[in-house]
Nanobody, 119 residues
Framework: VQLVESGGGSVQAGGSLRLSCVGS????????MGWFRQAPGKEREGVATISTLDGISKYADSVKGRFSISVGEDTVYLQMNSLIPEDTAMYYC????????????????WGQGTQVTVS
């Protein structure tokens, strides 16, 4: 499984960004997909996950109402609105055949990350 993120960048507070992650390889292993983030000096944090089977999603409390996760063909998106400086981090796309939680250890496959900076 390979995951390639795009869409990161720099934005002012209150702005929006849309992250994309294109997955390749065994679709079975990508049944659950999501996004994590890690800011300098902080632990990796689960942002949002979604099941490609039934569309059920989960969000971290810190992003509820502002971020939205969705899936397309071989792609998972993260629409980020009303961005705040605390959202600044490296964002990673993840995949796993079984995971449903926002725990980093639950996911077997990780992308290289895309940087989001909010000022």
């Amino acid at each position: 499984v390979q995951l390639v993120e795009s869409g990161g960048g720099s934005v002012q507070a209150g702005g929006s960004l849309r992250l994309s992650c294109v997955g390749s390889g065994d679709t079975y292993r990508r049944r659950s997909m999501g996004w994590f983030r890690q800011a300098p000096g902080k632990e990796r944090e689960g942002v949002a996950t979604i099941s490609t089977l039934d569309g059920i999603s989960k969000y971290a409390d810190s992003v509820k109402g502002r971020f939205s996760i969705s899936v397309g063909e071989d792609t998972v998106y993260l629409q980020m609105n009303s961005l705040i400086p605390e959202d600044t981090a490296m964002y990673y796309c993840v995949a796993d055949p079984w995971a449903t939680s926002l725990r980093a250890t639950s996911y077997d496959y990780w992308g290289q990350g895309t940087q989001v900076t909010v000022s």
